[in-house]
């Protein structure tokens, strides 16, 4: 969807740094980070949200999850919390389903580009 900032990433019509990529979802820092840690693990699929999952998209989140686990290993988060924010009541701003990936850890920024 070209009118979608994410589709937009994931296209690379806007470029970005993508600290994980593979063929179903990739991962970028959020523009405002809301901690000092702040990850967007994105699928490719525009899905809006988690209103519009179908059972064919089981596989995508659990390997979302898992790779939410990789990435806590890889930038030694020792704890980190996950949002997914359904709907505009919910507050979610982009309509592109994502996974935020928040932690407090200080020692992970140095790891991460641009810090
Ligand atoms: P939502 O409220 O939809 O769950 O969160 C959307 C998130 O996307 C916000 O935290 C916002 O800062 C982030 N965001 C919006 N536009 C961009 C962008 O162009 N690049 C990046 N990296 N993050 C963005
Ligand atoms: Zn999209």
Do not use: W
């Amino acid at each position: 969807m070209s009118d979608c900032i994410f589709c937009r990433i994931a296209s690379g019509a806007i470029p970005s740094e993508k600290i994980l990529d593979n063929e179903h979802f990739f991962v970028i820092q959020d523009i405002h980070p809301k901690a000092p840690v702040h990850l967007l693990l994105i699928p490719y699929e525009h899905i809006p949200n988690l209103l519009d999952l179908e059972a064919k998209h089981a596989a995508l989140l659990g390997k979302m999850l898992v790779a939410s686990s990789q990435l806590a290993q890889k930038y030694d988060l020792s704890g980190f919390r996950t949002i997914i924010n359904s709907g505009q009541s919910a507050g979610q701003e982009v309509f592109h389903l994502h996974f935020h990936l928040l932690a407090n850890t200080g020692s992970a920024q140095k790891k991460l580009p641009g810090f």
